[in-house]
């Protein structure tokens, strides 16, 4: 049990659904479902390929960040964390390509692990996970986009 005299770490308050952005992979701005029933965060790619860069296992995709535009297309790289089984809400499973990369929620950013998956039919191009969450955030489901557009102050 926790000591109850510990100050309590501050933690953001975030929407059901937030807009967050990728620097490391180029994404400007995503709209993402803060879904805490998920353990793992999953981003939209497609014409994914794995390639070797020096002795490293990388990941190139592609991805649309906005739900209904395919004429902009974003074009990623990042180094392969793992290739693992996950099992979506619907009971499938998949083997994905996991990386890491900062996240931005407004003025604040942390590393999170983020599988690859074909998003293309469904209504939010990123899903933030718990493990992507945890000690960082909680969120308020009657709330949505506290942080603003990236880049705008809120």
């Given amino acids: 049990m926790k000591d109850k005299l510990q100050p309590q770490k501050k933690l953001l308050v975030a929407g059901w659904r937030e807009w967050v952005s990728l620097p490391g992979l ?15 965060s999953c981003l ?29 297309v974003v074009r990623c ?4 964390l793992d290739y693992r089984k996950v099992t979506d809400s619907g009971g499938h499973c998949e083997l994905r390509y996991v990386v890491r990369t900062i996240v931005n ?25 718990r493990t992507a ?8 489901p009657t709330l949505s986009y506290q942080f603003g557009l990236p880049g705008e102050q809120k």
């Fill in 26 to 40: 180029g994404i400007d701005a995503i709209k993402a479902k803060m879904d805490t029933g998920a353990r793992t």
């Fill in 133 to 140: 969450m945890s000690d960082k955030m909680v969120i308020n």
């Fill in 77 to 80: 790289e990042a180094k392969v």
């Fill in 105 to 129: 929620f407004g003025e604040q950013s942390w590393p999170a692990e983020i599988t690859l998956t074909n998003r293309d039919n469904m209504k939010f191009r990123m899903l933030v996970g």
């Fill in 44 to 72: 939209h790619a497609f014409e994914v390929e794995r390639f070797t860069k020096g002795n490293d296992s990388w990941v190139k995709f592609s991805m649309h960040p906005n739900q209904h535009d395919t004429d902009t």
